[in-house]
């Protein structure tokens, strides 16, 4: 593999790329570059792309044009065990959880270990647990994804996107469809889970205050193209419309990324 | 164009169907390592189900009694009503009314399930995860209904000839040691190539492939579910009349091909 001389470059990174699907143009030379451990957060109307391009992250679609690179490799281009091997280096948050719904928490967070992994139980055990901890679960390990609200689902899911380490976290709208407290401690405990694995994040989002507690630097879509791009203080303060209209700025937005840090056990309860 | 739209799709959808029979046919060096959840779909298709099939099993062994007796009063040989009721039992009804059961009762909760998991995303997370949901979800449930399709069989033929048996006494007048005697007539004739009852194997083993087809269809039309709620309860409704067809297509083949 060339991985390490590569690797050294962006975690991910877009390069024109073009992709139709269902006889629609998505994205129409869509460029833009991730650098390792910082966080992108994604916005932009609906049908903008956002989500195909997360889908061409983790190598489900391939793009028709140009080039998607993700830690220096193209996952459109790789066999089946190498895309694997570059998967096991990503973690997805699907919108809805995406839970094994006949397993229990303990089981669907352990599940990359036992079948992707195939570690001995002595050592998915404790990583489990200690996965479970991080987003404040420890006491729900047994409980089915049915028995929990919206909010512990999203934070399930997100311990087993980070139980097998990975280098790079995408979010697909992390704090849709919860109340206004509880996406609010989701985007929190990301940010916090962010800045303690290390971890390079791609979030895909509508919501304001997810954008601004979350990301170090935002993109705007428009068209499957990158509208407006940059630091996070930067698109608070834009006076570019499109920004104004996707981030709907006033004052009170940048007050949320200065409470960021180790708030998640003051609210966490309201997302039980 | 909409029929060649249509022969289109089944084309595609049978060589999916067929892609995951293969599939599941390479996993099954896998199969210790899911022997839990094995065992535990065993049992749903089969404990779970037990009593449908002893109550469709008896009435249609009652059923053939019945018929078939009252014909054969007609010439005084009621007395062959056994054998009658065993060869139709063993070879025919009783691996035939146990796949109609598992295929409503099973095919479509397998649809169902695998459908709402491809719908909310599960499959596609499983993937994501480089879990391939073929061992992972289908190899344990196409086991599970291979194994318990002939299990389930065996318990429609006994309670169909027993059900038989208590109609012949009851409503013909056919003594039951007669009864009994020309069942085991019947079911005791071997083979020509095991020394074992041809007609009780020979329906068993169609049992086995009813078993195979209906967990194959089931999971590959849940599998390609999409369409929200709407896309499940297609994919099941198609997945029960899939698989009813394609047992009675296996059906008319297998016994050609084992009788003649």
């Known amino acids: 593999m ?13 390069e024109s790329v073009e992709k139709q699907l269902g006889g629609k143009q998505i994205l129409r030379g869509l460029s833009f570059e ?11 109307p609906s049908g903008s792309g956002k989500s195909v391009t997360l889908k061409h992250i983790v190598g489900i679609l391939a793009p028709d044009a140009g080039r998607v690179l993700v830690f220096g490799r193209e996952p459109g281009q790789l066999s089946r065990s190498e895309l694997a091997s570059l998967r096991s280096r990503i973690g997805l948050l699907f919108q809805d959880g995406a839970l094994i719904n006949w397993m229990n928490l ?12 195939r570690l001995p139980e002595r050592e998915v055990r404790p990583r489990v647990a200690e996965a479970l901890e991080r987003v404040h679960l420890a006491d729900a390990a047994q409980k089915m994804p049915s028995e929990i609200s919206g909010g512990m689902r999203k934070r399930a899911a997100l311990a087993r996107a980070i139980v097998s380490r990975p280098e790079l976290l995408l979010y697909d709208e992390p704090d849709a469809g919860l109340d206004p407290a509880t996406g609010g401690s989701i985007n929190r405990l990301i940010r916090r889970v962010q800045r303690e694995l290390g971890a390079t994040g791609v979030i895909v989002t509508h919501s304001r205050s997810c954008a601004l507690t979350v990301g170090d630097r935002i993109g705007i ?52 | 164009m909409n029929l060649l739209r249509t022969a289109r799709e089944m084309l595609e959808g049978t060589s999916y169907t067929l892609g995951i029979a293969g599939r599941t046919a390479l996993a099954l060096p896998q199969l210790w390592r899911r022997r839990r959840e094995t065992t535990e779909q065993c049992y749903a298709a089969s404990v779970k189900l037990i009593h449908v099939i002893v109550l469709v099993g008896a009435f249609a062994g009652m059923i053939l009694s019945l018929q078939t007796g009252l014909a054969l009063a007609d010439f005084g040989q009621e007395g062959s009503i056994g054998s009658i009721v065993a060869a139709a039992m063993v070879r025919e009804m009783g691996p035939f009314i146990t796949a109609v059961i598992l295929a409503a009762a099973v095919g479509s909760a397998l649809a169902a399930e695998l459908g709402t998991m491809k719908v909310s995303d599960e499959i596609t997370a499983l993937e994501v995860m480089s879990i391939d949901p073929v061992p992972f979800l289908v190899l344990p449930r196409v086991v599970a209904l291979t194994i318990a399709c002939p299990l389930l069989a065996i318990v429609a033929n006994v309670v169909g000839i027993y059900g038989g048996s208590i109609v012949a006494e009851s409503l013909l007048r056919v003594d039951p040691l007669a009864y009994r005697e020309t069942v085991y007539d019947v079911l005791a004739r071997p083979a ?69």
Request: aromatic share 8%; proline share 3%.
């Open chain 2, 192 to 260: 020509e190539l095991f020394p074992f009852p041809k007609d009780i194997y020979a329906g068993l083993f169609k049992a086995t492939v009813y078993g195979f087809l209906i967990a194959v269809i089931g999971c590959s039309h849940g599998l390609r579910a999409s369409n929200g709620a709407l896309g499940v309860g297609e994919a099941a409704r198609t997945a029960v009349r899939n698989s009813i067809i394609l047992v009675l297509v296996m059906n008319f083949i297998l016994t050609r091909v084992m009788y003649t």
């Open chain 1, 106 to 117: 303990e089981d669907n967070v352990a599940l990359p270990l036992r079948e992707v992994q």
């Open chain 1, 221 to 272: 879509f428009e068209q499957g193209r990158m509208a407006s791009e940059g630091t996070a203080e930067e698109m608070a303060t834009s006076s570019d419309p499109r920004v104004r209209i996707y981030l709907g700025i006033d004052g009170e937005a940048t007050t949320e990324r200065s409470d960021s840090r180790g708030a998640e056990h003051g609210t966490g309860a309201t997302g039980r």
């Open chain 1, 34 to 44: 991730v650098p390792r451990g910082t966080s992108f957060v994604i916005m932009g």
């Open chain 1, 2 to 14: 060339s991985t390490a001389a590569s690797d050294a470059g962006a975690a991910v990174r877009f």
